[in-house]
């Protein structure tokens, strides 16, 4: 499940396989998803990570 977090008061969405940071709850989802199956993130999907 992706972990919704507060950053100065800006919510980021959470991968809970790769712990990369999303504005965007979908994105983080989809991270997630493809972090299970493959074991691994996706590039064009880290692309829209925060730092
Ligand atoms: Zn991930």
């Not at 008061?9 to 809970?16: G, I, P």
């Not at 790769?18 to 965007?24: N, P």
């Not at 979908?26 to 990570?49: G, V």
């Amino acid at each position: 499940m992706v972990t919704k977090t507060i950053n100065e008061n800006k919510a980021l969405f959470e991968c809970d396989e790769c712990h990369l940071k999303f504005k965007d709850q979908s994105r983080a989802e989809e991270c997630e998803a493809h972090c299970k199956e493959h074991n691994a993130c996706k590039i064009d999907i880290i692309n829209y990570a925060e730092k």
